[in-house]
Each structure stands twice: as structure tokens, then as C-alpha cells.
């Protein structure tokens, strides 16, 4: 429940609702253009009820699609200006392997290159040589642009950078309605007040359909809790954990479902190592849905022991019998491409489909955009599919 002392009653240019990644990088990009900002989170600071927290995402460039091509190019910058602002180490650029049956990879080289991102093929072998706990299946295409982003350190940056720039960042209130006054104001009422705004950015995770629902006609969002894992190194000694804090790439491994070798396999597999807590590794958008009201948090017994089998079977250098589960949310679109447009004064963020962390700061600058008239998102992400 929201502080009674938080009140945040008055009138405002724009009011950001969500306070996670997506939110807080509108929050950064729009008082960086000097914009009058609040923005409202449901939860105190470092919960874990959302997609945001946690210490590991991969920032993987591996698309063969120009538009996200474009955007990762954008985010590797902005990501760097955030760090820069800020004084604190985001992205450590440990390059991620992507291997598997994937008949999109010459179409990624290729993409990555006209966006001046660098990419490369290894052979098993020779992969398998410069990273020995993995094994490899096929060719391997090699992104060293490519790295991990810390989730916990960026959420906190972008609000830091905002609030240093003039935006007001509120903790624990929650908004229980969003209404607009044709298409020049929003009423947005929260336990604790009604913030009146020209503009209002709603990136609400998992709880936009709540939010939205009456008011804006939103694609179908699908909310699932999903179950990955931080194994332990096989090799527990303090130097072998140092080194892999930056020897360890990050791992996106893909799969055939007409192949019997991967019988047992839920989706695609991603991973990287995190420090200080093991391989994290995944299952990509194969948890159950769910109510976010209403989640257990704990891990789908049968997802878990495949999991564990992959880990035995394709990551000889981490533990399938020592590890510790975490709990996340993915809001996923049928085709998992985002949503980011405007209806009147309301802009929405969603549906980020659980490979969105990555390209944080260009969502937060495309919502910027679209909430002070700047121009239109890509056409790939505008609400009417």
C-alpha cells in the first residue's frame, strides 16, 4: 500500500507510471530535454515483483531485423552516456556465442555489419577451445559488441540520471486509474492523490492490461512467470570465479522441434554468468501465465529438471545439482515485438516479450519522442498490429 504521506496531488507535463527500466529511461530522456517529470512506482526501491530487477541481463546484438539492428546500435551509446552521467560500470562487454540450428544467422552477420556492430563464425571446435564450459552445436556467430548489462545498477542509474536532471521519482504509489480528458490532458489517481498531465507514459509491466484495459485497446499481453537458474562454477575457487566474470560470455542456444535431440527442450536456452551468483541459465518464454497480483515464485518442478539436464548436457562448466532459482516476468506480444504509441495524451511501453532489457535507453528515448510529439515510433510497434 502507498505511504499516505506521498502525496503527489498537482499538475504536471508528464507523468511516467512504472518505475522499471522502460519507465525510468523515458524518465531520463525526457528531463534530459528539460521536460517537467514525475515518475510513479508501485514498489519500493529493489523489489522484485516485476521484469527489472536482478544482477545479469544479456545485451545481445544477435538480430537480423534492421529496426532492432538500429536500435542496439542507438542503446550501445546511450548506454555508455548513462554510464557516463552516472559513474557507474553498466555494461561489461564480455561478447555473447550464439550457436544451434538457427538458419537466421548470415542474415544477423549482415545486419550487424550495416549498423557498424561487429560479428564473426567460429567453428565448435574453436569455440570450444576459447570457452571450455560450454559446448557448442554447429557453427558459433560471435558478437564481442555484445555483453552483459547489470539490471539492478541500470534501473538505479536511470532514475539517478533523471533525478539529477530535475525529474521527481516516487517510490511505493501506486496509480489505480488512468483517464483522458480528450487529447490534450490525462487524469492519473493514485491512493495517495490525482496528478493531472498533458502526458502520460504508462510502462506498467505486467500490470498494463489492469491499467489500460478500458481505456486504450491494447494487443493481446500474455503474462507468464518465468523460472531460470543460477548454477554454480564446477570450479568453486575464488580465481576461477574471478576469471569468469569476464571470460564467460554471455549464450543464446537455438533449437530444432523436429529434432529428437532436443525431445525434452521447452524453447530457445539463454545465459551468462553472473558475478558473485553462478550461470544463470533460461528457459526463453516457457513459464506458466500468470495474475502478477497473484504469483508463487516458485519454479514449475518439470521446466526445472529439464533445465538441470541442459546444464549437464551443454554446460560443462557449471553444476546442475547446485543452484538457486529465480523468478521473473515476461509481458509477451503474439509476435514478440514491442509496443510503443500513443492514443490521445497516454503512451504506452509494453510488451517488451522478455528480450526488451537491452535496448532500454532507445525505448526510453522512442517514448520521449512520442510524448512530446517528436516523431512516431517504427511502424513494427505501433498498437495496431
Known sequence: MSDPSNDVSGDVDIVVIGGGAMGSAAAWQLARR??????????????????????????????????????????LRLWRELEHQTGQLLLTQVGIVNHGPNPEFDRVAAALERVGLSAAFLSPEAASERWPGIRFDGRVLYSPDSG???????????QAAAAALGADVR???????????????????????????????????????????RT???????????????????????????????????FNH????????????RSPIYGMYTPGLGVKAGWHGAG?????????FLPEPQQLDDLRRYVEEWLPGADPDR??????????????????????????????SGHGFKFTPT???????LATDAGPAPQLFRLAR
Request: aromatic fraction near 8%; charged fraction near 25%.
Open 363 to 369: 525505448v526510453g528515448r522512442i517514448l520521449a519522442d
Open 148 to 158: 552483459r548489462l547489470d539490471a539492478d545498477a541500470a534501473v538505479a542509474a536511470l
Open 216 to 250: 486504450v485497446r491494447l494487443p493481446r499481453l500474455r503474462v507468464t512467470q518465468e523460472q531460470p537458474a543460477h548454477f554454480a562454477l564446477r570450479d568453486a575457487s575464488a580465481a576461477a570465479s574471478a576469471a569468469a566474470a569476464t571470460t564467460w560470455p554471455g
Open 288 to 296: 506458466p501465465e500468470v495474475d502478477p497480483d497473484r504469483r508463487d
Open 254 to 265: 537455438s533449437y530444432d522441434r523436429a529434432d529428437p535431440r532436443y525431445g525434452y527442450w
Open 34 to 75: 528539460g521536460r517537467s517529470v514525475l515518475l510513479l512506482e508501485r514498489f519500493e526501491v529493489g523489489h522484485v515483483f516485476g521484469a527489472s530487477h536482478g544482477r545479469s541481463r544479456n545485451f545481445n546484438t544477435a538480430y537480423s531485423d534492421p529496426v532492432y539492428a538500429e536500435m542496439l546500435a542507438e542503446a
Open 171 to 213: 517510490h511505493g504509489v501506486r496509480v489505480t486509474d488512468i483517464a483522458s480528458s480528450g487529447d490534450r490532458r490525462v487524469r492519473v489517481t493514485t491512493e495517495s492523490g490525482v496528478v493531472h498531465a498533458r502526458r502520460a507514459v504508462v510502462t506498467a509491466g505486467a500490470w498494463t492490461e489492469k491499467l489500460l484495459g
Open 323 to 352: 543452484f538457486d532459482p529465480i523468478s521473473c516476468t515476461y509481458t509477451s506480444t503474439s509476435d514478440e515485438n514491442f509496443v510503443l504509441d500513443r492514443v490521445g495524451p497516454i503512451v504506452v511501453g509494453a510488451g517488451f
